[in-house]
């Protein structure tokens, strides 16, 4: 697969396989995210992963699903939930933690667990206290956001924005649509 069909199916999943995503995958996402780019290389940024069913259990009633959609639609069910999560930190003990630096290590992050089938979500709609508590964070390292993983049991598809909406939908399918500006309203222009 291309580069681009790789991203455009590398998209947010929220309904899961009920089988444990390999402890190998995990640390590889881990690393793929640790080697990411960085501000002035300060690499800032910390992770813990999630996978024991009992930490995942633990972890689920803190974090929140699909905004846009009614709690019966968006929620996953018991047999939907993911079987891995992994925080991303950021260490603000050490100088110069940036934004930035945790979104490029997101986006690699991902993009290392897609390639082996493993969709995810970012969360950041978390109980960043419960959470921090339950993750016993030292001093000085805050929670970011969590990242959802498993094996997706549905479709995640691009589509056209409609009246300016970027509101994504469930399909007859239960599959997600996620509507994208288009490259017209996107790129200003090329110089």
């Known amino acids: 697969m291309d580069m681009l069909e790789f991203l455009r199916t590398r998209r ?33 940024v910390r992770y813990i992963v ?25 929620q996953p ?12 930190l950021q260490d ?12 490029l290590a997101l986006g690699s992050l991902t993009a290392a667990a897609w390639a ?13 206290p419960a959470l921090t508590k339950l993750l016993a964070l030292p001093d000085g390292v805050r929670l970011y956001y969590m990242v959802a ?8 598809k691009l589509v056209e924005m409609q009246d300016g909406s970027v509101k994504y939908y469930l399909d007859e399918n239960r599959g997600y649509c996620v509507p994208k500006r288009s490259m017209d309203e996107v790129l200003l222009k090329t110089l």
């Open 92 to 103: 603000d003990n050490l100088p110069g933690a940036s934004d930035v630096d945790v979104g």
């Open 77 to 88: 069910k018991p047999d939907e939930l993911p079987t891995a999560f992994i925080a991303v």
């Open 116 to 128: 082996h089938g493993v969709g995810s979500c970012i969360m950041g709609a978390i109980d960043r």
């Open 149 to 156: 993983l498993g094996y997706p049991t549905h479709a995640s």
């Open 50 to 74: 999630v996978q024991s069913a009992d930490a995942v259990a633990a972890v689920q009633p803190l974090v929140h699903w699909a905004a846009y959609l009614p709690p019966e639609q968006g």
């Open 12 to 44: 947010t999943y929220r309904r899961f396989e009920q089988r444990p995503v390999a402890p190998e995958i995990l640390t590889e996402a881990v690393d793929a995210a640790r080697i990411a780019s960085c501000g002035a290389n300060r690499q800032t």
